[in-house]
């Protein structure tokens, strides 16, 4: 079953624009991972954020985690024509195993 | 960043015979490994967790015995589809877990189609 839930499921923007994406999940996490998937392809690592830390940067993308709320956000600011692709957050589980379980994903187009 | 391989990333069979997949983490060892299954436009689904030099632990609903999983060094796990039928078609993406830094990598994906 999934653990989390991702908002919107699509979203469509035009270059330039910022994008966010949200995701929600049940249980208490170790990190929360986002990723990002071209179609037909596999996964590349966005950011990785534990379950103490609150925000973090890498270039243009800016991640929250919220825990009391089980929830994290995406934010790409100034969106190009190649971050469109689909974006899935995964979450690490407080339970020893260390699978990632995984959102049902967004899928962001972003319009030249 | 680390690299996960997987070879095949296309393989199309008949109905019946067995595919293999290797997943090999390039860049560090992985004690362990996690091998997912993905249908269109769906998210991933864990399908079992490969442990070096012991048996994987398999997700529920998963069958052991028509995925075979071997994890004989820190840098290989194999995923077998014996006996595939046409509804095993599907990708199948493995990924491998940096203990240095928790982050999962992902290899690029295995696309199956079993006529």
Redesign the interface.
């Given at each position: 079953s999934q653990q989390g839930e991702e908002d919107p499921q699509a979203l469509s923007i035009q270059e330039g624009e910022n994008a966010t994406m949200n995701c929600s999940y049940k249980t208490s996490i170790n990190n929360l991972q986002w990723y990002r998937q071209n179609s037909g392809r596999g996964l590349v690592h966005l950011i990785l954020i534990r379950s103490n830390e609150r925000e973090k940067h890498s270039g243009r993308l800016r991640v929250t985690l919220d825990t009391s709320k089980k929830s994290s956000s995406l934010l790409i600011t100034a969106s190009r024509a190649a971050d469109t692709a689909s974006y899935f957050c995964a979450t690490d589980l407080n339970t020893g195993r260390r699978a990632l379980t995984f959102g049902s994903g967004t899928r962001l187009q972003v319009q030249p | 960043?680390a690299v996960v391989s997987?070879h095949p990333s296309r393989v199309i069979c008949k109905s019946g015979t067995s595919v293999k997949i290797e997943c090999r983490s390039l860049d560090f060892q992985a004690t362990?490994m996690?091998w997912?299954r993905q249908f269109p436009k769906q998210?991933?689904?864990?399908m079992a967790?490969s442990n070096e030099g012991s048996k994987a632990?398999y997700e529920q609903g998963v069958e052991k015995d028509k995925f075979l999983i071997n994890h004989a060094s820190l840098t290989l796990s194999t995923l077998t589809v014996t006996s595939a039928h046409p509804e095993d078609s599907s990708?199948y993406?493995c990924?491998a877990?940096d203990i240095r830094?928790?982050?999962?990598?992902?290899?690029?994906?295995t696309?199956l189609t079993v006529l």
């Open positions: - | 960043g997987q362990t996690f997912y998210s991933l689904m864990l967790t632990t990708f993406i990924s877990r830094t928790d982050t999962q990598y992902f290899g690029p994906g696309r």
